[in-house]
């Protein structure tokens, strides 16, 4: 990584991690069990919703604050 990228990082209090792959479940463990399965939910909640709203969403009648509003619902759901 450029030195110059790690000062602007440094600059924010960011600490950079560089994650070998294969080696995620042994350091990000709650992104491989408890976020794995909150994205399950909020994938329920959202397609249960679509489902109901189907030809609303086909005919692109939410604008992108109606999205961002739905997806706090979702994630409330989940």
């Keep these: 990584m450029q030195q ?7 600059k924010l209090n960011t ?3 560089i994650i070998p792959r294969g080696c995620t479940s042994y350091v990000q463990v ?3 069990t408890v976020n794995k399965i909150i994205k399950q939910y909020l994938e329920e909640a959202e397609d ?3 489902n109901k709203h189907f030809d609303e969403w ?3 009648k939410f604008n992108i604050r109606d ?3 739905l997806l ?3 994630v409330g759901d989940a």
Excluded: G
């Excluded at 110059?4 to 440094?10: T, V």
């Design 4 to 10: 110059e990228l790690r000062d602007q990082f440094a």
């Design 72 to 74: 706090t619902k979702w």
């Design 67 to 69: 999205r961002r509003v």
């Design 30 to 32: 709650l992104d491989v």
């Design 15 to 17: 600490n950079i991690s």
């Design 58 to 60: 086909k005919a692109e």
């Design 48 to 50: 249960l919703w679509i």
